[in-house]
């Protein structure tokens, strides 16, 4: 074997087609990956570099996995963003005449999983097509292969570009297909992928005919018409070359109506939230870990199906804006928390319930087994009793899904007649149906055991012929049936036997009678198990024909199961149902803060939020830790958990519909994406001014920490004038910066409000309650000493704070009321340190008094010099 020979010319045509893949090549019993692939492999698998042809001059770089095993093997490639391709032996090695013929088999890539082992079972794995046309037009395509799950959406004009990467994020497709290499270019820098390879240009764009071809032999003209989507040319578009890539990686299931629905979505008809306010928020997942765990979404997730899990995030992450449809929700949320004895009932019946619209995925790909045909003649049997529970209930939507969830009596009655109640894992070793199930198949079965008895039969009647006691019929896998006979009983072995094989203390032989018998042995075998497979196959198909109604099952479970959740951490916290006001008023008695409420050490306080026409900018300062970020975030929470219809932690709340939230904190640190951070907090700024509307409502935190405290003010304050005038969204704004506390009476929509504390001596204590006004000053120092910052330290800052403090007061700049930047004074005070420093270390010992005099003059010269120096400079500022 070398470069050349024929398997490796194999090797390279097929490589050659798929250069940016791994490719795994069956040879035998292993996948080996040759070449660069090798490298690769051994190093993200872990797994030994060998070489062919070791001895030869270019040995080829070789890595190999078993097949039995590379599973495992194959997750962890996908799991790091990899792609692979399996090139497997498609005839029997040992019937093949010269090179065995090898097929691809598969093209697994991270966008296309159906393994459900591969999956997270809480969220869709999509792979997205971007399709834009260079001039701001934007068509987006998102498919999820393990669900089904086959959406469409278009954006143009003016922020079309950052509401499709709202989306993406939102989305966070673990594939991504852009049509130019602009767009390409924007994800890179927007997205981080774990592989560059996973964000690629699409191979094909079709062109307007080819679009609406492909989308109605993959659906059907009355999809594209009812959908209009001759008016929405990019989403149909990017849907297209979505199912041509499909076609590509073969994981397009010909002749099967695999997406059941094309969902053709608008951004707009949910509240927006971009990514930057999903993430300050922590929506579905935490700021600092980047996990579910410590999201809104962790804590509201009690659902106990992964179907439920899914649509719970999607709830999560757009919420409503209709009124009608919200109350829906609340309506069934209201009833179930009320039920607390039916709700459990549900829970546990909802528990064994399995991934049933993952299962439909697999089974229109053909990859479902005997076992687990029998996993869902259980979770049927289940439904059936959620179904019937929900007939007691009340609410639109708990009724719907009574009425709705079809009824499968009849497939469970099949699969249990057709299938045993353990089969095994492998459909093509037989042993999977019930006796009575076919007529064939028991015939051949029976013939099978009749064989066995003539196999006692003739054991025991050649035991007599040869008069060998010890004589037995045994099998074994390469040599077939046999007798043995041991070694001091060898001299009665008739004529007739024939030697098959010799082991240390025995021989094995066969007769022609023997051998008939085998024959009609491993025949009736032979049919039986293909026969099984057939029938297995037929009862696939039959199967296959109900996966509408399992889908639909599916949808309605997932929707019951979130809502259970909703009611079960409803009750579980103390949430009330929200209510919804006509007069845009927010008027929320004992706010908390969901997620903070459970996760801190104190007792939780409650805070009230008053915002209406005359109030809508609340301006809250206090010192850090005083819970400013705390609350003003509860406000944000309890309007998505209020519009995805949720109960909220408070003890009344009345609230507005809104129609977007944006949630910005000062000098975030993104280092990650290498901008300064300044300028992205300057660019999310940016954002809202453009496109807050009076529904909207915005959370500041900080904003304009980022810079010198002078630039920083003022653009805090400019940014607080236009929301006050021109936008009048409700705004919460939180800030350091006591200066802005005198917009109050001064802009229409300003009030004040500070989070009180308490000086105990040199100790604050944060009591957490928020009240009007302002705070009267920052405590940065208590702050300091609560951290532990050493004392020496600490009494520097409140001296140099004092210094500050007058020099401002005395600069008479009360309008603005600006601290000096501090950088100056402090090389100045370093002199006054050093001066004291010196006076200290003077020996008086070796002084006469005029040299003490003399130096006693130096340093109040200096000291006076430079205090005189000081106050001219702060008032040329
Ligand atoms: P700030 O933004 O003013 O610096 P934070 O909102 O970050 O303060 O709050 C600091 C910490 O105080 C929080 O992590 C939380 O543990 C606690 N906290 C905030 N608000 C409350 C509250 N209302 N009740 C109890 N603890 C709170
Ligand atoms: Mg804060």
């Not at 959908?227 to 499909?246: C, D, K, M, Q, T």
Request: with cysteine.
């Amino acid at each position: 074997m070398n470069r050349s020979s024929p398997m490796m010319e194999q090797y390279k045509a097929v490589k050659e087609q798929h250069p940016d893949k791994l490719l795994m090549f069956q040879v035998g019993d292993f996948y080996e990956l040759f070449f660069e692939d090798a490298q690769v492999a051994a190093r993200e698998m872990e797994i030994a570099l060998t070489s062919r042809d070791a001895g030869s001059e270019e040995p080829i770089p070789l890595a190999g996995v078993p097949i039995h095993s590379a599973e495992a093997y194959l997750n962890r490639l996908l799991g790091k963003g990899y792609k692979v391709v399996l090139c497997e032996q498609v005839e029997d090695a040992s019937q093949a005449r010269g090179l065995v013929k090898r097929e691809i088999t598969r093209i697994l890539t991270p966008g296309t999983i159906t393994d459900p082992e591969m999956l997270e079972e809480s969220r869709n794995n999509y792979l997205a097509a971007l399709v834009d046309n260079g001039s701001n037009h934007y068509g987006l395509a998102a498919v999820d292969i393990s669900t089904g799950d086959f959406q469409v959406t278009e954006q143009k004009g003016e922020g079309a570009w950052e509401n499709i990467s709202d989306e993406l994020y939102r989305l966070q497709p673990s594939e991504l297909l852009c049509s130019s290499k602009e767009s390409e270019q924007l994800c890179r820098k927007q997205f981080n992928y774990k592989n560059s390879g996973l964000i690629e240009q699409l191979p094909h764009v079709p062109e307007p005919e080819e679009t609406k071809q492909l989308i109605q032999n993959q659906w059907d003209h009355q999809t594209w018409e009812k959908l209009e989507l001759g008016r929405f040319p990019l989403a149909a578009s990017a849907g297209a070359a979505a199912l041509v890539y499909l076609q590509l990686l073969q994981q397009l299931p010909v002749g099967e109506k695999h997406f059941r629905r094309l969902n053709l979505y608008f951004t707009n008809r949910s509240m927006i939230i971009d990514n930057v306010t999903s993430r300050n928020l922590e929506l579905t997942q935490s700021l600092r870990e980047g996990v579910k765990k410590g999201s809104l979404l962790g804590l509201l997730d009690r659902c106990m199906t992964a179907m439920g899990r899914r649509l719970l995030r999607r709830w999560v992450e757009l919420p409503m804006i209709k009124r009608r449809t919200i109350e829906k929700r609340l309506d069934a949320v209201e009833e179930l928390m009320r039920k607390p004895l039916q709700r459990k009932d549900l829970r546990n019946l909802l528990q064994d319930i399995f991934d049933l619209e993952r299962f439909c995925s697999r089974l229109s790909y053909q990859r479902v087994n005997a076992r687990d045909l029998v996993a869902l003649k259980k979770t049927l049997t289940q439904i059936e009793a959620v179904r019937k529970k929900c007939t007691a209930l009340q609410a639109a939507l708990l009724k719907e899904t009574s009425s709705i969830i079809p009824d499968f009596k009849d497939l469970v009655d099949f699969i249990d007649r057709a299938l045993v109640d353990d089969p095994p894992l492998s459909i093509k070793d037989g042993g999977l149906f019930k006796k009575g199930y076919n007529e064939e198949m028991d015939e051949l079965k029976m013939f099978a055991e009749e064989s066995n008895t003539l196999l006692l039969d003739f054991e025991k009647k050649e035991r007599e012929r040869t008069g060998i006691k010890s004589l037995r019929i045994g099998f074994n896998r390469n040599f077939g049936y046999y007798m043995e006979v041991t070694k001091t009983n060898l001299e009665l072995v008739p004529l007739d036997y024939h030697r098959k094989q010799t082991l240390v203390n025995a021989e094995r032989f066969t007769t022609p009678d023997l051998q008939r018998i085998e024959e009609q042995l491993t025949g009736a075998r032979d049919k039986l198990s293909s026969l099984e497979y057939t029938l297995f196959e037929d009862l696939r198909n039959k199967v296959n024909a109900y996966t509408e109604q399992l889908l639909t099952a599916s949808h309605q479970l997932a929707r019951l199961d979130s809502l259970q959740s909703l009611a079960d951490i409803a009750e579980k916290n103390g949430y009330c149902r929200p209510v919804f006001s006509n007069n845009k008023k927010m008027t929320v008695k004992q706010a908390r803060h969901p997620v903070v409420e459970q996760t801190s050490f104190e007792r939780f306080v409650p805070n009230d939020i008053q915002m209406d026409r005359k109030n809508y900018l609340l301006v809250i300062t206090g010192p850090n830790m005083a819970g400013k970020s705390t609350y003003i975030r509860s406000a944000a929470l309890l309007a998505v958990m209020a519009q995805m219809g949720s109960f909220v932690p408070a003890v009344e709340a009345e609230l507005p519909i809104l129609d977007r939230i944006f949630a910005r904190v000062g000098a975030s640190d993104d280092l990650s994406r290498g901008q300064s951070t300044f300028m992205v907090e300057m660019q999310e700024t940016a954002g809202i001014l453009k496109e807050a509307t009076p529904d909207s409502l915005i959370i500041l935190d900080e904003i304009g920490r980022g810079t010198s405290t002078y630039d920083g003010m003022s653009i805090a304050r400019s940014v607080l004038e236009f929301i006050s005038r021109q936008i009048k969204a409700k705004t919460l704004f939180s800030t350091h910066y006591h200066e802005l506390t005198n917009l109050e009476g001064e802009l229409p929509g300003v009030k004040n409000y500070t989070i009180a504390v308490k000086e105990k001596g040199k100790q604050v204590i944060f009591l957490r309650q928020l009240i009007p006004g302002k705070a009267d000053k920052s405590y940065g120092i208590n702050v300091a000493r609560l951290a532990g910052v050493p004392l020496e330290v600490l009494i520097r800052a409140e001296k140099i704070l004092y210094e500050l403090e007058n020099a401002a007061f005395e600069a008479n700049d009360r309008q603005l009321s600006l601290l000096p930047m501090v950088t100056e004074p402090v090389s100045d005070y370093s002199r006054e340190a050093e001066l004291l420093d010196e006076l200290k270390e003077l020996d008086l010992n070796r002084l006469t008094p005029l040299e003490a005099l003399q130096k006693l003059y130096e340093i109040q010269k200096e000291l006076l010099e430079f205090e005189n120096d000081h106050s001219q400079k702060e008032l040329d500022q």
